[in-house]
Nanobody, 115 residues
């Protein structure tokens, strides 16, 4: 059964950094393009970043380009999101999933950025 467990969130001040981790219990993890998504209060879940199964191709939401970096470790079934220069508008619950968002969603990890 597919399970995604996100961690690493917290409360930080604007300009600080966080590194999110996602542990995926997927036997064929290395075959998937994986992504990070986020949902702010009162808003729909949105795409943040994705990484091809090879790790050689990435994609980002415009507002996080240059600040966020997605990476993966296929040997450990892990996906990471390094978030630098955080802004209050980055406040949200962050989730990982495959790029299409078709796996069961995990509980997410809360990121709160104070101004």
């Amino acid at each position: 059964q597919v399970q995604l467990v996100e961690s690493g969130g917290g409360l930080v001040q604007a300009g600080e950094s966080l590194r999110l981790s996602c542990a995926a219990s997927i036997r064929t993890f290395s075959y998937y393009t994986m992504g990070w998504f986020r949902q702010a209060p009162g808003k729909e879940r949105e795409f943040v970043a994705s990484i091809h199964w090879t790790g050689y191709s990435t994609s980002y939401k415009d507002s996080v380009k240059g600040r966020f970096t997605i990476s993966r470790d296929n040997a450990k079934n892990m996906v990471y999101l390094q978030m630098n220069s955080l802004k209050p508008e980055d406040t949200a619950v962050y989730y990982c999933n495959n790029r299409d968002g078709t796996m069961p969603w995990g509980q997410g990890t809360q990121v709160t950025v104070s101004s």
